[in-house]
């Protein structure tokens, strides 16, 4: 298996609901990663885990929550969204972090917050 | 901020060779250059890496400056399933320098 799986691939959302994204990987890679993606801009980067560990926070509103349970699984915890936070969300994995050349994108899951 | 500087966008006609530039004068003697794609609608898809020398894989050729100040990305046989937003990326292949990608080449394969 050498795919990143995300799931939903469509959302829509209210402001005041609370959902999670989901994200798996059987390829041993220890490392995952959440970027954010707006129509017509690059990948940014929002979290990484290292060994299920929290590595990087780059300075996202705690409205995002980020949660890996096991090396094979990374959630986001969605709640209190604001429109503007409407985009596509993707998760990589890589081997280890850091590993340019390594990193697996999932299709990703488009939001849309109303 | 990205450390690299590409084209907004190109066009290629299928079949023939789709030539991507990629200039990053500021690079460093340790950082490889890297590429990716990113097809509509989907997650971006590792094309090729390289530090000094020139590359070949199944995909793509990578063709770096002797300076190391510039790159060519290069599909040798463009298809239409080549059209996608290409970047180049600049970084350390080690731990803890995150991953940056910049706006990126529009290819626009066409028939």
């Known amino acids: 298996d050498t795919e990143v799986t995300q799931t939903p691939k469509h959302l829509v959302m209210g402001m005041t609901n609370k959902k999670s994204l989901k994200c798996e990987q059987h390829?041993?890679?220890?490392?995952m990663y959440w970027y954010k993606q707006k129509a017509k801009k690059p990948p940014e980067l929002m979290f990484v885990y290292s060994y299920e560990k929290l590595s990087i926070n780059e300075s996202v509103p705690s409205r995002f929550s980020p949660e890996c349970p096991n090396s094979s699984l990374l959630n986001l915890h969605l709640h209190a969204l604001q429109p503007e936070d409407s985009a596509l969300y993707l998760c990589a994995s890589s081997q280890d972090q850091g590993m340019g050349y390594g990193y697996t994108f999932g299709s990703g899951t488009r939001l849309t917050v109303v | 901020d990205a450390k690299t500087t590409q084209p907004t966008s190109m066009d290629c006609a299928e079949g023939r060779a789709a030539n991507l530039p990629c200039n990053h004068s500021?690079?460093?003697?340790?950082?490889?250059v890297y590429w990716y794609r990113q097809i509509h609608s989907q997650g971006p898809q590792y094309i090729i890496h390289?530090?000094?020398n020139n590359e070949t894989n199944e995909m793509a050729s990578l063709i770096i400056t002797e300076d190391r100040k510039s790159s060519t990305l290069i599909l040798p046989h463009a298809t239409l399933r080549d059209t996608a937003v290409y970047y180049c990326i600049v970084k350390l292949d080690n731990y803890g320098q995150n991953f940056v990608f910049g706006p990126g080449t529009r290819l626009s394969v066409l028939p």
């Open positions: 500021t690079i460093s003697g340790n950082e490889y």
């Open positions: 390289g530090l000094k």
């Open positions: 390829m041993g890679h220890r490392a």
